[in-house]
């Protein structure tokens, strides 16, 4: 392992645990915050499929847009740089006339969803570039300290909503300290990105837009892996909301309550994310894919046997274990099947079409949800979940056989 390396690695860890708590001081209790203002349960909804249309949009103009440039590094540091500012503006809500709270909060996570949506795709070119190797170790190793300081924030902040706040403006006044510690880990996360040792070379043949669409779903394996993930992606997102309105609404959860399914679920996940980088090095991603996306398939139906808040903190925490092998292995997979050249652009097409089920998925579990209430809504989501599980078994088995065909001849 080189010296370049492992200073990269530090410092990727580095900037993954500021970034990731700058995101916790804001994300785990947005929905709780929007309640607070004055939500509904449509709010929730409403809030995901925006985020979705927003990415829709910009995601493959970005990802165009990224690729020409140079110097990728500084063009990811300013996004994150630019999510904080956004996330900043959160403290000014508050001061805002009580009917206008409620739009102004939707618009700003709505705006924000601009900068996230660059910074994935830029963020995921650029780990595969500074990583050409050991990617699922990288990953894992990054999010094993991401949630042990995120653990620890996220536990701490819920003991400040218990024991500091009686009345709703004193939760309020929270949330704005919480929107300004935001802030300042954004701009160290900025700083440190800066800091990653990264050469940038110009890319000498980029792809044109007119025409792309073909070639890039000329490549059979990434097709087969956008569409199965595509497919997943509707039923998981479909959940989201559902999980907010169950959780928040159902069972009544505060601060507190929301502060531990977080830390439960990070928990778990902070042993399993030592064991899946080793089960995709030995049976490889198509098979962790569908066996991860069939425990996630069945989170829906724990959420639906969760009768109290405290079930519910054990059962989340246990589907802790797929969410974390379900992300680091739609990661590695999707960086597996992409060819180098271009990476951006295969990167744009796979998170705008992720992207249009974000947009609708949230609103068809609405709709389920006010046809037939929470428990059927959630019963559905599970049954889509399990059409994407699917999906990616099919795959996994067409791949292997298409490998032994290969092998035998």
């Known amino acids: 392992m080189s010296d370049k390396f492992k200073y990269n690695l530090r410092i990727f860890i580095i900037f993954g645990v500021l970034f990731e708590l700058m995101n916790v001081f804001y994300s785990p209790y947005a929905m709780k915050f929007l309640e607070r203002i004055g939500g509904n349960e449509f709010h929730f909804s409403l809030i995901n499929s925006t985020k979705g249309i927003i990415m829709i949009f910009t995601a493959l103009p970005a990802a165009f847009i990224i690729n020409k440039i140079v110097d990728k590094q ?30 102004a909060f939707i618009v700003i996570l709505t705006l924000l969803m601009v900068p996230i949506s660059m910074f994935n795709i830029s963020y995921q070119n650029i780990t595969a570039e500074i990583f050409p190797l050991r990617r ?19 536990i701490t902040s819920g003991l400040i909503f218990r024991n500091f706040a009686q009345d709703n403006s004193e939760y309020i006044f929270i949330y704005r300290i919480f929107y ?40 059979k394996r990434y097709t087969k892996f956008v569409l ?106 999707m960086l597996e099947v992409v060819p180098e050249k271009n990476r951006i652009i295969y990167v744009g097409y796979y998170n705008v079409l992720t992207s249009i089920t974000l947009a609708i998925s949230p609103l068809v579990g609405h709709y389920f949800y006010n046809k037939k209430g929470i428990i059927y809504a959630l019963i559905i989501t599970c049954i889509f979940r399990l059409f994407g599980s699917f999906a990616f078994m099919i795959r996994e088995r067409s791949e292997r056989k298409y490998k032994n065909i290969n092998s035998s001849t």
């Open 74 to 103: 500084k063009t990811t540091a300013n996004l994150v740089l630019a999510m904080a500012v956004i996330i900043f503006s959160m403290f000014f809500i508050p001061m805002l006339p009580a009917n206008y709270q409620v739009i």
């Open 136 to 154: 699922a170790r990288v990953l894992s190793k990054r999010s094993i300290y991401t949630i042990l300081f995120t653990t620890i924030v996220t």
């Open 180 to 219: 300004v510690m935001a802030f300042i880990f954004g701009l160290l996360a900025f700083y440190f990105f800066k800091k990653i040792h990264y050469i940038p070379s110009e890319t000498k043949e980029t792809l044109k837009f007119k025409g792309s669409f073909k070639t890039v779903f000329k490549n």
């Open 228 to 333: 199965s993930s595509t497919i997943f992606h509707f039923g998981w997102q479909m959940g989201w909301p559902l999980y907010s309105i169950y959780t928040i609404k159902t069972l009544g959860a505060d601060e507190f309550w929301l502060s531990l399914i977080t830390v439960g679920s990070a928990i778990v996940m902070l042993f399993s994310l030592r064991i899946w980088p080793r089960l995709i090095e030995k049976f490889g991603n198509e098979k962790i894919a569908y066996i991860c996306t069939f425990g996630m398939a069945i989170t829906p139906i724990l959420y639906v046997l969760s009768k109290s808040l405290l079930v519910l903190v054990m059962f989340s925490s246990l589907s802790g274990i797929f969410t974390s092998g379900t992300i680091t292995v739609l990661f590695s997979d």
